[in-house]
């Protein structure tokens, strides 16, 4: 590097004839001060700008940049149940949801979506990270061996669980079972002990379909699916799911008594749960709406869940124009509503089926909002 101050080889420094030592001073002189303006100069444009900062200045020779980790994560395989090194960390911050208060997040259920990227995934139509997945553990008429319909997304279900296990994000993959009422059950008798005995050999079922699935389920309550689906042979023979009438037999569609009382309905349910509760670490919920609730149930004793976690779908719409936040549907009065007793602030309230339920289309499917800090905790050991 040559400096200012130094003469360059083999041009050696001479001195110009006559009056040259007077005109050299004073070149020197101007050569001074000019040399003086052009530091204040810099000083000035120096002090004009600001330091960009450490980020923005190139790191000196011999140190280094401390950059953020990106980790090595993999990107989703589709096997929900393997988790990610304790030490691994995600290839890129999770992107921000929509704004919901604190512990809510957006799902699907039942029939698989396109969903978007890679984990976390992204739903369609509404945006925002898949925060839950809830599919058909099975339903009873196929089980009695007269239904054709089981929706299960494998796909979905992975995507969730690796949200979950890998982000941090949502609830993974939680499950229902399509109930049949006392009325298709093969040994009706309109006892409750029957109808008892009944809901717990579902619960056996649900629990023996469960452990098959491929991906595995994290949420720990199984909701009982108990609605009347009108005609919908592929799902069921039984138009009322055998809910208020009795039939001749489980498949035959054909109706032998026109009234079941409600205790024995109730029955029912206190069988799953009983059975469910005492053969895993799960807990009962159910899935239902406060129109098809009385009808079942009736409004009496018979009727009260306080105690029961809820899946609601009343006031479902076929709209994605507005979504919810909360319990309500942004800038409306659309609200979700539970059930038999069960009430919004209630921490039993768990989810709310706010489009592509209850009848809705809007092209896509069924989309849920579910409350994550309301997610019971398995018992200890369990």
């Known amino acids: ?21 007077r005109t050299g001073r004073l070149a020197i002189l101007i050569g001074v001060a000019a040399a003086a303006c052009v530091g204040i100069v810099a000083a000035v444009l120096s002090a004009a700008v600001p330091d960009p900062g450490p980020a923005a200045r190139p790191a000196a020779a011999g140190s280094s940049a401390s950059a ?62 898949d925060g839950g997945y809830i599919g058909m553990a099975g339903n ?66 649900a629990l023996r379909e469960i452990a098959r699935k491929t991906t595995r389920v994290t949420y720990p309550v199984v909701f009982m699916d108990v609605e009347l689906p009108g005609h919908a042979p592929t799902f069921t023979p039984a138009d009322d799911n055998g809910w208020t009438s009795a039939y001749t037999s489980p498949c035959s569609g054909r109706v032998s008594a026109g009234h079941i009382p409600h205790r024995v309905d109730r029955a029912e349910l206190d069988g799953f749960a009983a059975y469910l509760t005492a053969h895993s670490p799960d807990q009962p919920g159910v899935y239902s709406s406060p129109a098809i609730w009385p009808q079942i149930f009736g409004t009496g004793r ?26 309500c549907l942004r800038g409306t009065a ?13 921490r039993y309230a768990l989810m709310w089926q706010w489009s592509g339920g209850g009848g809705t289309w809007n092209g896509i499917g ?17």
């Open 140 to 205: 009873w008429a196929t089980w009695q061996g007269c239904g054709t319909k089981e929706i299960w997304s494998s796909q979905d279900s992975a995507a969730a669980n690796a949200s979950l296990t890998r982000y941090r994000k949502g609830i993974g993959t939680g499950v229902y079972w399509f109930m049949g009422g006392p009325g298709v059950d093969p040994h009706y008798n309109g006892t409750t002990g029957q109808a008892h005995a009944w809901g717990a050999a579902q619960a056996a079922q």
């Open 366 to 382: 069924d989309f849920d909002q579910i409350d994550g800090s309301r997610t019971p905790r398995a018992p200890a050991g369990g």
């Open 302 to 327: 018979a009727a009260l869940i306080p105690h029961l976690y809820e899946w609601t779908y009343n006031q479902a719409t076929a709209s994605l124009a507005r979504q919810p936040v909360g319990w």
């Open 1 to 21: 590097m040559t400096s200012s101050g130094a003469s360059r080889t083999g041009q050696p420094g001479h001195r110009k004839p006559g009056g040259g030592r």
């Open 68 to 129: 953020g980790r990106t980790g090595t994560a993999r990107p989703a395989t589709g096997t929900a149940s393997t988790r990610p090194s304790a030490r691994a960390q995600p290839a890129a911050p999770a992107p921000a949801g929509p704004a919901f208060p604190a512990g809510f997040w957006s799902g699907s259920d039942s029939t698989g979506m396109p969903l978007r990227g890679d984990a976390p995934a992204r739903l369609p139509g509404i945006g925002g990270i």
């Open 334 to 346: 659309t609200c979700a509503r539970f059930f038999g007793g069960v009430t919004a602030s209630s």
